[in-house]
């Protein structure tokens, strides 16, 4: 019996596979270049180990301490900045939304000009605008809320605009064949189309504001980074172990419960 | 005339709104939000916004060598990420191991790192490594690992049984299954989730930075510690152009595979 080989692969087909990888490499070795890989602190597996042995024996004495700047208390100040903030940028996004949504009524000028603001928005480092609204408010959670609910526009604006765009056309059609005016089409035909849209999409962008949130204090926006940053320089690994225990908890608990309801929306 | 049935009673949705305006008036006392203070303040923020708006050109030259070295960093980050990300995610595919215990007790791992933020994982890893850019990268390779580790696994599980069985009635092994009848229907997949996570890891780095992790991010820092507003403007605007540039080839180089 002869046993047949398979068919080799087209040849134009095998040389721009090779040439990719040829690239892919090249691009990688490059990378490398000028990277200190080896210039690692003396001390690191020490420091490794200091914290492993914190993120075992947590600082338990320091979950509640009454005094306000507990873990409870910055904890629960961190998700109240992520949902203000996400409630103050979803209110802003939604004028952004209608500009940026590419519909077949408008200009495409006018939406194209609409996303590439929103597109200047989400790449504006969150950390740069804390900062400015850090001089203009004072340090604390109140820079954190505005940082959160400016920076939050850039990506919520766009997905609501992307739920505008996909919106089915024929709901309001029926609602003006059946003697409705513009008032009725956007009552009865697109809020009802895009509510369920919106809700789920801040409750995502909520989840995101809640890293954001709690990552802010490390520049003094309120919330749990404040005494994280402060723990860590002080290298009280005891304590960077239970703030640690006490983001992933939250942030967990924060990603389910609003899973939950988006599953249920959608 | 026909009258139009009743909703019934949604005590569901009055629920949710006494939920949000508690909410509302709760996290506005914990965070001291005071929105008439901020208008009233509005012109702080307004001359620092000015001027970010007059960058100082002259400084592009300096910028120039930190920025490479961000996107050094994301390009590391990103393919060590993703090639630890490979076989665990394989690992944690219910339709290649089959031990119960075994994918809950490594996708619980994944979901634990998914939950870190990057610049918490850049702050940790500047405390154990140093200052410099092997912080960010291993901050970045983390990141990475824990976003596309995710795709990966559910791209893996809603692939054709149909390959796989039939490799398997003609007497192959593990290794032969994932080489001939799971990988060739993920690759496409997972090279448009490593260059998305790319596309993320290009801003993540720019901030990195900030702690101590290389990359432009120092410099933003200084630049906002001195004050220099000009320059962080024409940092933001240099990191701007970059993640437009890099989006746009990304997205082009991800169309060209799907």
Known sequence: MKTSTLPDAPRAGRLKKWALWIVLILVIAWSFTGMPLLQIKDNAVEVAGAMFSGLIHPDWGYVWTGDGEDLVSTLLQTIAIAFIGTFISAIISLPFAFWAANT?????????SGKIILTAIRTFPEIVLALMFIKAVGPGAFAGVLAVGVHSVGMLAK??????????????????????????????????????????????????????????GIIGAGGIGTPLIFAISARAWNRVGIILLGIILMVTLVDYVSGAIRKRLV | MAELPKKPFAWQKWVLGVV?????????????????????NFGQFTIIFQQMLAPDWSYTAYVIDPLIETIKMAILGTIIGSVLAFPYALLVARNIVTNKWVVGIFRF????????????????????????????????????????????????????????EAIKAAGAGKLEIIRFAVIPQVSNYFVSYVLYAFEINVRASTVLGYLGAGGIGVFLQRALSQFRYDRVGLMVLVIFVVVLVIDYVSGKLREALI
Do not use: C
């Open chain 1, 159 to 216: 997905l609501f605009s992307e739920a505008i765009e996909n919106m089915d056309g024929g709901a309001g059609e029926s609602v003006i064949a059946a003697g409705g005016n513009r008032l009725d089409v956007t009552m009865l035909a697109s809020f009802p189309q895009l509510l369920p849209e919106f809700v789920s999409n801040t409750l995502y962008r909520f989840e995101l504001a809640i890293r954001s949130a709690s990552i802010l």
């Open chain 1, 104 to 112: 077949k009524h408008k200009n495409w000028l006018v939406s194209r």
């Open chain 2, 20 to 40: 949000m305006v508690v909410g509302l008036i709760v996290s506005a006392q914990a965070t001291g939000t005071n929105l008439p203070m901020f208008f009233q």
């Open chain 2, 109 to 164: 791992i994944l979901n634990v790192i998914r939950t870190i933020p990057d610049l918490l994982l850049a702050a940790i890893f500047v405390a154990i490594v140093g200052i410099g850019p092997v912080a960010g990268v291993i901050t970045l390779a983390i990141f990475t690992f824990g976003m596309v580790g995710k795709l990966f696994y559910e791209a893996v599980e809603t692939i054709d049984e149909g390959p796989i």
